[in-house]
C-alpha cells in the first residue's frame, strides 16, 4: 500500500524514474564545472572586476542555468546551439530596450521576458535562460545598466561562445553524447542496423525503455509522454497504408519508416505526361537517411519505395491531404 502511494505522488510530481548511468551523472557534473569555470573567469577579465562581484554574479546567473542544458541534456532541442546563442542574444536585447525606454516597474520586467519568449519562438531559438537573461537587463543594477546594448557583447556573447565551444569539445570526448545533437545523429547513422528497411517492427513501450537506457543520456521527456507520442503515431499510421497510386515530378514522399531509416524524397524529373512504370525518374533526398543525396530509378519502384505523399508544415514533414489519383 506505501509502495502504491509512493509511486503515485511521484507521478503527480513528476519524479521520473532516472535511467542514466552514474558515469553519465559524473561527465555531466563535470563538463558544468568546466564550462562555468571558463565563463565566472572570463565575466572577471571583461568587467575588471572581481570573482564575487555583483556584476559578475548577474551575468553568469542565466548562463549556469544553459550549462546545465549543455552538460545534462545535450541533444536535448533546447540544448543546441543555435536556441543556446540566438536565445540569449534577442533576450538580452530586448531587455536592455526594454529597460531604456519603460519605466522602471513590475510590468516592464514582466514585458521583457514576455517579449523574450515570443521574439524566442518565431525565431526558433527557444532557451529557457534566456528569460533570465531578460530579467537581468532589466533588473541588474547600475553595473548592468551602465553597459547599455554593450551587454549583448560583452560579456555576454563571448561568454556563451565560449560555453559553446567546451560543450562541444568535452562532449566530442564521448561518442554517445557529440554535440550538436546532428553530430549524435549521424553517429547513430554509422552503426550498423541488424533490421532489414523493409521488416515490419511493432514498437512497445518496453521498447521505448530499452531504448532510452541504450542511449545513456537524459531524455526530455516522461514516459508517459514517449508512450502517448508512440500510440498517437500509430493510430495516425493506421488511416493510410497504401502506396501511392501514382507519383508525380516536384512532389515529396515518405517510406513511412521510424528513426535514422525514415527518409524523404522529391521527384525532381520524370515525365508526368507519358508515365510508364519503367520509365527512368530523378529524386533528392531532402530529409533523413542520406539527406541532400541525388538519386534515380524506375517510376515503378520510386512508389513501391514511397510509403505515402508529404508536405511541409510548419517545418514538419505531416502526410499530404486529399491526394487525387
Request: hydrophobic share 45%; glycine share 8%; proline share 4%.
Amino acid at each position: 500500500m506505501i509502495g502504491k502511494i509512493s509511486a503515485t505522488l511521484c507521478l503527480w510530481l513528476g519524479i521520473e524514474s532516472n535511467k542514466t548511468s552514474h558515469n553519465e551523472k559524473i561527465i555531466s557534473a563535470i563538463g558544468a564545472t568546466i564550462g562555468i569555470s571558463l565563463t565566472v573567469a572570463i565575466s572577471s577579465i571583461t568587467l575588471h572586476t572581481t570573482l564575487l562581484s555583483p556584476a559578475s554574479v548577474l551575468i553568469i546567473a542565466s548562463l549556469g542555468a544553459s550549462a546545465v542544458l549543455l552538460f545534462a541534456v545535450p541533444h536535448g532541442a533546447l540544448s543546441q546551439p543555435w536556441p543556446v546563442v540566438g536565445g540569449h542574444l534577442v533576450s538580452a536585447f530586448i531587455g536592455v530596450t526594454c529597460h531604456k525606454y519603460l519605466p522602471e516597474t513590475a510590468i516592464s520586467a514582466g514585458l521583457a521576458v514576455g517579449l523574450a519568449v515570443g521574439a524566442m519562438y518565431y525565431l526558433r531559438c527557444i532557451h529557457p535562460p534566456g528569460g533570465a537573461t531578460a530579467l537581468t537587463a532589466v533588473i541588474g543594477g547600475p553595473d548592468i545598466f551602465n553597459l547599455g546594448y554593450d551587454y549583448l557583447l560583452s560579456p555576454l556573447l563571448i561568454n556563451v561562445l565560449v560555453l559553446v565551444a567546451v560543450a562541444v569539445l568535452f562532449n566530442s570526448l564521448f561518442a554517445w553524447r557529440r554535440y550538436p545533437a546532428h553530430l549524435n545523429a549521424k553517429h547513430f547513422q554509422s552503426l550498423p542496423h541488424p533490421v532489414h528497411a523493409d521488416d515490419d517492427i511493432s514498437l512497445t513501450t518496453e521498447d521505448f525503455n530499452a531504448a532510452i537506457q541504450g542511449i545513456d543520456s537524459f531524455v526530455d521527456i516522461t514516459e508517459e509522454g514517449l508512450t502517448e507520442l508512440l500510440e498517437l503515431a500509430k493510430q495516425h499510421a493506421e488511416t493510410q497504408i497504401e502506396h501511392p497510386s501514382i507519383v508525380k515530378t516536384g512532389h515529396y514522399y515518405s517510406n513511412g519508416k521510424i528513426g535514422h531509416l525514415w527518409s524523404i524524397r522529391q521527384i525532381i524529373d520524370g515525365d508526368d505526361q507519358h508515365r510508364t512504370s519503367n520509365d527512368l525518374i530523378i529524386y533528392k533526398t531532402v530529409a533523413g537517411y542520406e539527406s541532400y543525396s541525388t538519386g534515380s530509378c524506375e517510376r515503378e519502384a520510386f512508389r513501391l519505395w514511397a510509403r505515402f505523399e508529404v508536405i511541409e508544415e510548419n517545418d514538419l514533414w505531416i502526410k499530404a491531404k486529399n491526394i487525387t489519383s
